[in-house]
Structure formats: structure tokens, C-alpha cells
């Protein structure tokens, strides 16, 4: 295991212990305030955890599930009607990167009226099969050697399994048409003691906990803007 002294945001070096779990350590950055893992595994054997579904811990090893959620298909779909028009993507090209068992790409094709060509990018092997049987294109692909542009890249909920946040989106940003956008969605949470915040971590296959400033910091850095920022709560037991 590597041991992460700078926080990837801000560089700041002081950060304080926060939380230990399957024989991980979270510590917080006495700056920004991003929570982070500070003993995670080495890059290549995330990379090799999420093509499996499975993360090696201490306790216990984590299974990652690779079915489809109608329910998580119906909420994608209903937080696309409050952040975008439909005329706004029609005819886009759009990549969606973690996509899973391919539930937001369905949601997307449904509100866009198929007009929309998007593309799903996912690590694991299962959940590519599933997403593919259900005729929702999906590969994975390697964002350093890509050559191909798009309109919109979104990324839901995967912020957290990313190893550096601030590579990995100026990745993305290389792969963006002139006035492309990122669709990003994950949680806000720094601003929880460790007592308060919801459990389980799921470490190792969460790596970090951000905000929203965090993010903004992240983001304007890279030369983006923000258009639009809708906060929902969350559901617990749930998504």
C-alpha cells in the first residue's frame, strides 16, 4: 500500500485522522477539508479491483453487486429533466464513464428520444455483459490514447472510486468538443464528524469523500465553468 501525504486538491500536507475501516485509514485535510484514504492500494491494483467487483480489505473483502436497477434508472431519469432541455442534447454525442450496468445510458436514450449516440465506459467485466444484452453500448475505454470527441461526458457517483480526481479530469477534459460539459454527480459530505457520517465507508472502493467547494476548486482549476448545480438528499437503504 502507497501512503498519500499531500492532499490532491489543495497540496496541503496537514491533515488529521478521521476514520479507520477494513483496515483503511481516512484522514481529513486541515485545509479544504477533503476526507481521503491515506494507505490506499497501488493505482494498477484499483484499476484490476474494479474489473473484478472485487476490493481486498483487512476485515473483510467487498463484492460489488452487477445488476440492473429500474429504481436508479427512474431517479437518473428524473434529475436529466431538471438539469437539461431536451433540445439542449439531441443529436449529441455523449460518453458516460463508470457507467455501470448501463441504467443512466437507458435513462438518457429514453429522454432524449434515442437521438442522442452515447457511448458507456465501465472497468467491469459483468456489469459490460449485462448493459450490452440489454443493446446499451458499452466497452471500456482508455481515456489516455482516446481520440474521439463528445459533446458531454458524465461521470455519476464514480468520483469517489478515482484515484486522482484532478488527472482524471483533465483527462476528460481533452476529450470534450469546444464548449463540451461534464455531467458529475457524487456526495457532499466534509462538512460531517466522522460520527455522523453514513457508514459504511465501503473502503477500499471508495477513496475519497469531496464537496461541493472542493469540486468547484477542482473543476475552475481545469478551466471549466459551473452552468447549473442541483442538490439532492440522500436516500438511505437506497440510492
Not at 477539508?33 to 473483510?60: A, R, V, W, Y
Not at 448501463?102 to 472497468?123: D, N, Q, W, Y
Not at 443493446?135 to 470527441?149: A, M, P, S, V
Not at 468547484?216 to 438528499?233: A, H, Y
Request: proline share 4%; charged share 25%; with cysteine.
Amino acid at each position: 500500500m502507497a501512503i498519500r501525504d499531500i492532499c490532491y486538491n489543495c497540496g496541503c500536507k496537514t491533515h488529521n485522522f478521521y476514520y479507520s475501516e477494513n483496515g483503511f485509514n481516512l484522514y481529513q485535510c486541515s485545509f479544504c477539508n477533503l476526507i481521503f484514504i491515506k494507505n490506499p492500494p497501488p493505482e494498477d491494483t484499483i484499476m484490476s479491483s474494479h474489473q473484478q467487483g472485487l476490493h481486498k480489505g483487512l476485515d473483510k473483502d467487498l463484492v460489488v453487486q452487477a445488476s440492473f436497477q429500474n429504481g436508479k434508472e427512474n431517479y437518473l431519469g428524473e434529475i436529466l429533466k431538471k438539469m437539461f432541455k431536451e433540445e439542449e442534447i439531441m443529436g449529441k454525442k455523449w460518453l458516460d464513464i463508470g457507467s455501470g450496468c448501463g441504467e443512466f445510458i437507458s435513462a438518457l436514450k429514453f429522454f432524449s428520444k434515442e437521438t442522442v449516440e452515447v457511448l458507456g465506459s465501465e472497468p467491469n467485466t459483468e456489469k459490460r455483459t449485462i448493459a450490452n444484452k440489454k443493446n446499451l453500448r458499452t466497452i471500456f475505454l482508455d481515456l489516455e490514447n482516446c481520440t474521439e470527441k463528445f459533446h458531454f461526458i458524465s461521470f455519476l457517483n464514480v468520483y469517489s472510486h478515482i484515484y486522482d480526481p484532478v488527472k482524471f479530469i483533465a483527462k476528460c477534459k481533452k476529450l470534450l468538443l469546444p464548449d463540451g460539459e461534464i455531467f458529475i454527480e457524487t456526495s457532499d459530505t466534509v462538512n460531517l464528524s466522522a460520527k455522523d457520517h453514513y457508514k459504511p465507508f465501503y473502503l477500499p472502493d471508495h477513496l475519497s469523500f469531496a464537496s461541493e467547494k472542493i469540486l468547484k476548486d477542482i473543476f475552475f482549476k481545469n478551466g471549466f465553468k459551473f452552468i447549473s448545480i442541483e442538490r439532492t438528499p440522500l436516500v438511505k437503504g437506497g440510492l
